[in-house]
């Protein structure tokens, strides 16, 4: 072999590694969105234990959040299990969507907290 075919063999391995798009998502959706909701709960409780005598935004956004993170769940579980490819591709896709809708309210908990606005 010469020196251009295993320049060309590591770009391509490269490429191949670093920028493969995963042909199903749903999986990782699926473990990633139960593991968030485990998190939502957390910050949930250590609210309510935390005795707050009303909502807050806090609160409200990672209530949305959990319901994203659920629906995620059940989409991607869903899309694994259909035999029709097209099926399954659309519910991964609003799968996915819904999942970046709750780590959208995630952010939004998070910058909250960091900054002790609105608690």
């Avoid at 075919?5 to 920028?19: K, M, P, Q, V, Y």
């Avoid at 139960?34 to 250590?46: E, H, Q, V």
């Avoid at 970046?100 to 908990?109: E, F, H, N, V």
């Amino acid at each position: 072999m010469n020196n251009n075919s295993i320049e060309t063999n590591r770009l391509i391995l490269f490429l191949n590694t670093e920028f493969m798009i995963p042909e199903n998502k749903s999986p990782h959706i699926l473990n990633t969105s139960a593991n968030l909701l485990g998190f939502c709960l957390i910050i949930i409780t250590s609210i309510k234990v935390s005795r707050f005598g009303s909502a807050t935004i806090i609160d409200n956004v990672t209530g949305i959040a959990v319901i994203c993170l659920m629906l995620s769940c059940v989409l991607s579980f869903l899309s694994m299990k259909f035999k029709s490819r097209p099926k399954a591709e659309r519910l991964e896709y609003i799968a996915d969507i819904v999942f970046l809708s709750a780590l959208l309210c995630l952010s939004a908990t998070i910058i909250l907290v960091s900054f002790n606005l609105f608690v």
